[in-house]
T-cell receptor, first 117, second 115 residues
Framework: AQTVTQSQPEMSVQEAETVTLSCTYD???????LFWYKQPPSRQMILVIR??????QNATENRFSVNFQKAAKSFSLKISDSQLGDTAMYFC??????????????FGTGTRLKVLA | DTAVSQTPKYLVTQMGNDKSIKCEQN?????MYWYKQDSKKFLKIMFS???????INETVPNRFSPKSPDKAHLNLHINSLELGDSAVYFC??????????????FGEGSRLTVL
């Protein structure tokens, strides 16, 4: 069974600094997808960034980038120039196609990030 | 327009009652989900429907019954509510293609409190 591990329950970073959130996963599959979602205090889950496992190039979205190490099964999120609005829970998620065409998204336990003024 | 909308957003009820949460998506997605987020923020899949057909049914008590009248709607009915059912329930949708997959679009969540 696939598992997703986020080893940092809480982190803090000074405004304008850079922070990296770690995520590791366990799978025997070769083709899958990885995501980072953000859940601010408003509760709405928002996609931050997405990575296809078959792509070697790391995904980037403005201030957000990932370090995808497929062999190590690691998928860390780097937030550059942190802003107060980045304060949120961040969830790493793994998705693959299962049997009978089903798709299952498995989430990590989350990292609570606080950006300090 | 809200892409995935859930109602109600807050629900407080007594043990033993029956309640429903409704979800609608206007994204044209084929697949919809219900997730439960507990007090520790752990997100766990409950159900998934693809074109009105149940495709994922995790180990969830029979008191929980999803219903999908059409592919834009997925409702969750809970019978005989228990204290442990208190959580935030998220509806989500995604569009999936052969050999590819889209991200999940979430509703705002429905906070259920059972007293």
């Amino acid at each position: 069974a696939q598992t997703v591990t986020q080893s940092q329950p809480e982190m803090s970073v000074q405004e304008a600094e850079t922070v990296t959130l770690s995520c590791t996963y366990d799978t025997s599959e070769n083709n899958y997808y990885l995501f980072w979602y953000k859940q601010p205090p408003s509760r709405q889950m928002i996609l931050v960034i997405r990575q296809e496992a078959y792509k070697q190039q790391n995904a980037t979205e403005n201030r957000f980038s990932v370090n995808f190490q497929k062999a190590a099964k690691s998928f860390s999120l780097k937030i550059s120039d942190s802003q107060l609005g980045d304060t949120a829970m961040y969830f790493c998620a793994f998705m693959k196609q299962g049997s009978s065409g089903t798709y299952k998204y498995i989430f990590g336990t989350g990292t609570r990030l606080k950006v300090l003024a | 327009d809200t892409a995935v909308s859930q109602t109600p957003k807050y629900l407080v009820t007594q043990m033993g009652n029956d309640k429903s949460i409704k979800c609608e998506q206007n994204l044209g997605h084929d697949t919809m989900y219900w997730y439960k987020q507990d007090s520790k923020k752990f997100l766990k899949i409950m159900f998934s429907y693809n074109n009105k057909e149940l495709i994922i049914n995790e180990t969830v008590p029979n008191r929980f019954s999803p219903k999908s009248p059409d592919k834009a709607h997925l409702n969750l009915h809970i019978n005989s509510l228990e204290l442990g059912d208190s959580a935030v329930y998220f509806c989500a949708s995604s569009q999936l293609w052969v050999g590819a997959a889209g991200e999940l679009f979430f509703g705002e969540g429905s906070r259920l409190t059972v007293l």
